[in-house]
């Protein structure tokens, strides 16, 4: 378990369960949840035995977002913050060569929006929500949630959600592509630890390198995407994984 108060580290079989536990504040980030939860991560990066991380949360919300009752005292301002605080969590989700699933059973609000639409694999229960509440504080998201939102909404509708402070709903989710299925919140980490169990069954490898490919796609030409596609592929095809694969497949074929 790491930093036991603020986050929980558990693991079952290949997979990693990180919670964020600070369910009085609603699991609002303040500096030591950030670090925590980063110290989390790297160490499921480092762990020979975790191959998928199942990022979720314990009492009845995701995170509602930064923590606004956070003493000023000492605090950097909002740009080191962002930049040097939340954006080596975010880049950490988005980077770490393992697939991560976020879950959430209830709302994810303000940058915990942003740290839930990082993720690899979204599963959401039926109540929970994501929630844009900026502009009723005078405030623009941050944490690169409008960069989330563009890819999913488009242009016209994440200007909307952002200037009305709107929610998605789960199934408002799952339509829009941000969420991959909706369900009751008490099957939410039964279905989390069994969908994490069968993706920790694919190369890891091919699980990264599908992972890196994606993340670059959204700002790479079609030209680059092909280019990297190839060297990825020639990675992946010299890998012991898959040529394993390829003999059983022979052999297969030949009964």
């Not at 989390?40 to 975790?50: I, S």
């Not at 623009?140 to 949630?145: K, R």
């Not at 909307?160 to 989710?173: H, K, T």
């Not at 039964?190 to 700002?219: H, N, Y």
Request: glycine share 8%; net charge negative; hydrophobic share 45%.
């Amino acid at each position: 378990m790491t930093s036991e108060a603020l986050v929980d580290y558990r693991v079952n079989g290949a997979v990693a369960i990180v919670k964020m536990n600070r369910p009085d504040a609603l699991n609002a980030f303040n500096i030591p949840l950030r670090e925590a939860l980063l110290a989390a991560l790297n160490e499921a990066e480092q762990d020979d035995r975790v191959k998928v991380v199942v990022l979720g949360s314990t009492g009845r919300a995701f995170s509602a977002g930064a923590d606004l009752m956070e003493s000023p005292e000492n605090k950097p301002s909002v740009i080191e913050t962002l930049l040097d605080g939340y954006r080596p969590l975010l880049e950490k989700i988005s980077t770490l060569p393992l697939p991560v699933i976020g879950m959430t059973p209830g709302v994810a609000a303000g940058v915990g929006a942003a740290v839930l639409m990082a993720c690899d694999l979204v599963l959401m229960a039926e109540e929970a929500r994501i929630y844009m509440a900026f502009s009723h504080i005078g405030l623009v998201p941050d944490g690169g949630a409008t960069w989330f939102l563009y890819q999913h909404l488009g242009y016209q509708r994440a200007f909307q959600l952002i200037v009305e402070g709107g929610s998605l709903d789960a199934q408002r989710c799952l339509a829009l592509g941000i969420a991959n299925q909706v369900l009751p919140v008490d099957q939410l980490e039964a279905r989390a630890l069994e969908w994490g169990g069968q993706l920790a069954q694919r190369s890891p490898l091919a699980t990264a390198e599908a992972k890196r490919l994606l993340r670059a796609a959204a700002t790479s030409s079609y030209a680059e995407t092909y280019q990297q596609e190839a060297v990825a592929q020639h990675r992946c095809i010299a890998s012991p994984e898959s040529k394993a694969a390829v003999e059983a497949f022979k052999a297969k074929s030949k009964k």
